[in-house]
């Protein structure tokens, strides 16, 4: 943590790493916490005290007393979503009217960007990329083409902007054929989360942000997704709307890139992947299953089965050189207490030719090499130190360090807050 700079949280992998309770974890060091992309296909779920939440669109660090929470300006927002969730947390006694901050230059996702959604998926017939439905793509969209509709046009003759919005998604939906839908009772309480919002703080976050820093404040960003489904980086067109990436945080908070300090990447012990797309090391056997069954592998917004594999280091060496990471943090380690046997994919085999690089298509011909380790064979998630866990778990730890040449500083054993290890 730096007083002054803002460290950056991200994930390495496809997304669903364990973001949101690293992130509740780190918390208690920083002053604020910002996120700054991505929107409600997103759930962090954080469990603790016997509770369990899950997070959309709200920051992580709503559940320490006192913090500032920024939604930044990459983030896109469904008014409705958003209701529903700051309803609940108000609900289970979490003050939030005062402590969580809108950006005014959020994008807001429409009840018709999410039949634009369907509708294009649909177009797209085999092709689909797996979307949650949610609207984000359709929203990202209109950004970029410049027809976006902000949080900040709420504030001022915000009925004939949004009819003027509605009116042209309309005709898109029209010319895909697409007009079996009804959307006025979802519009009906999107509207009530219109006003709902304005119970908030709607600030002009780019200035607030770098305020906070000038006082020394520490700032942590907190991304969505992860760093496979950057659209640049990830594997496209499989991939987000949006960077998920280290840069996301400077364009979506308006952070300069000096004043980021330290990027903490998280990754699984394991990797998973949801919704279609390439995945080189995916199990396809009862291992596979047996991973998606210990880990729990099933999509906190959407309930989808990820699908499970082995942990890929060219993916993660190639995360870490886009992201500049520092420190590394490793999710659900306990979930391989049990086996035999634990693989690491170090290269690929591309047309006959072994890499060790992320190519630009992984979409087919690539096939996994593996490094075949013990396994630890203990239940580790009641150790509350690092000098209990056994030997082949360090030979693993070890060698992941080694291959990735990034230091594993915070090691997960559970979905508690409490089954968390910071090593020395």
């Not at 709307?241 to 699984?268: D, E, Q, R, W, Y």
């Not at 239940?379 to 209990?388: G, I, L, V």
Request: aromatic share 8%.
């Amino acid at each position: 943590m730096n007083k002054g700079k803002a460290d950056v949280l991200l994930g390495l992998q496809w997304g669903d790493e364990g973001k949101g309770k690293v992130v509740d974890v780190l918390t208690p060091e920083y002053d604020v916490v910002a996120r700054f992309q991505g929107g409600p296909n997103a759930g962090h779920t954080l469990e603790f005290e016997g509770e369990k939440y899950v997070l959309r669109s709200i920051p992580s660090g709503i559940f320490q007393g006192g913090k500032i929470n920024i939604i930044g300006n990459g983030v896109v927002l469904a008014p409705d979503l958003f209701m529903a969730e700051a309803k609940d947390l108000e609900k289970s006694g979490h003050e939030l009217k005062s402590r969580l901050h809108i950006s005014k230059k959020a994008h807001l996702i429409m009840p018709t960007h999410r039949v634009l959604d369907a509708a294009l998926e649909a177009a797209k017939g085999k092709n689909k990329v797996g979307t949650t439905g949610k609207g984000i793509g359709p929203t990202y969209t209109d950004k970029v083409s410049r027809n976006g509709l902000r949080v900040g046009d709420i504030l001022e003759n915000f009925e004939e902007k949004y009819a003027a919005h509605k009116a042209r998604h309309e005709e898109m939906l029209r010319s895909l054929n697409y007009t079996d839908y009804d959307i006025t009772e979802v519009e009906k309480v999107w509207m009530e989360g219109i006003e709902y919002m304005k119970q908030f703080p709607i600030v002009d976050s780019e200035h607030e942000v770098n305020n906070l820093l000038r006082e020394g404040k520490s700032i942590l960003c907190e991304g969505a997704q992860g760093t496979m489904l950057d659209v640049d980086f990830g594997s496209y067109p499989f991939v987000t709307s949006s960077n998920t990436i280290c840069a996301g945080a400077c364009t979506g908070l308006g952070v300069g890139p000096n004043k980021i300090g330290n990027v903490f990447g998280i990754m699984k012990a394991y990797c998973t992947r949801v919704g279609a797309g390439p995945f080189p090391t995916e199990l396809f056997d009862e291992t596979g299953k047996l991973i998606r069954d210990l880990g729990h592998e099933y999509g906190a917004v959407t309930g989808r089965e990820r699908r499970c594999g082995w942990i890929d280091l060219v993916a993660l060496r190639y995360s870490i050189m886009v992201n500049g990471v520092t420190q590394l943090i490793m999710m659900k380690s306990d979930v391989l207490d049990g086996f035999d046997t634990i693989k690491a994919c170090v290269a690929y085999k591309q047309n006959g030719k072994e890499i060790s690089y992320f190519p630009y298509n992984i979409e087919e011909g690539i096939e996994p090499v593996y490094v075949e380790m013990p396994g630890w064979k203990t239940d580790m998630t009641k150790f509350t130190s690092e000098e209990q866990f056994p030997k082949a778990f360090n030979d693993y730890v070890k060698f992941l360090e080694e291959q990735l040449e990034t230091p594993i500083k915070i090691i997960s054993i559970g979905p508690d807050r409490a089954q968390t290890i910071i090593r020395k």
